[in-house]
């Protein structure tokens, strides 16, 4: 694996870790210093943090009264929580471990004013 590519690598890691802490906003960058006479490369690393998100509403389509009630006991985001944008998709990979769902689609909605961030599962 090339050096910028580790570099790319880290940097998407590290971006993760801090989705998982509700920084959904958060940017990291490389810049490079090229040394052309000690033939050198030093990276700055430029980063923004952003805002945190907590968890707002959770939505659920297309199940019954009784399954939605059981997916709501299920999920453990509660509204106001830090968001962990991880969380929704390792929940849907469960469902799917489980043999519980024929999920259409995910989303997530972020609302920038209220820094929450809404998540919609249609079954």
Same mark, same amino acid.
Request: proline residues 3%; aromatic residues 10%; glycine residues 4%.
């Given at each position: 694996m ?5 570099i ?5 890691k ?6 998982? #802490?509700?920084? =959904?906003?958060?940017?990291m960058?490389? =810049?490079?210093? *090229?040394?052309d006479a000690?033939?050198?490369? *030093?990276?700055?690393?430029a ?6 998100y ?5 939505? =659920? ?13 299920k ?20 469902l =799917?471990? #489980? ?6 689609? *995910?989303?997530?909605?972020?609302? #920038? ?11």
């Amino acid at each position: 694996m090339a050096v910028v590519s580790k570099i790319e690598y880290g940097l998407n890691k590290a971006t993760s870790a801090y989705a998982r #802490q509700g920084y =959904i906003e958060a940017k990291m960058r490389a =810049i490079a210093d *090229l040394d052309d006479a000690n033939r050198r490369v *030093l990276y700055h690393l430029a980063f923004t943090e952003g805002p945190q998100y907590r968890m707002g509403s959770l939505l =659920i389509t297309g199940m019954t009264e009784n399954e939605l009630r059981k997916m709501e006991e299920k999920w453990k985001l509660k509204p106001g929580d830090v968001y962990d944008a991880s969380y929704p998709v390792s929940f849907h990979e469960e469902l =799917i471990r #489980q043999k519980r769902t024929k999920l259409s689609s *995910l989303s997530t909605k972020p609302d #920038q004013t209220k820094q929450t961030v809404d998540v919609v599962f249609t079954f």
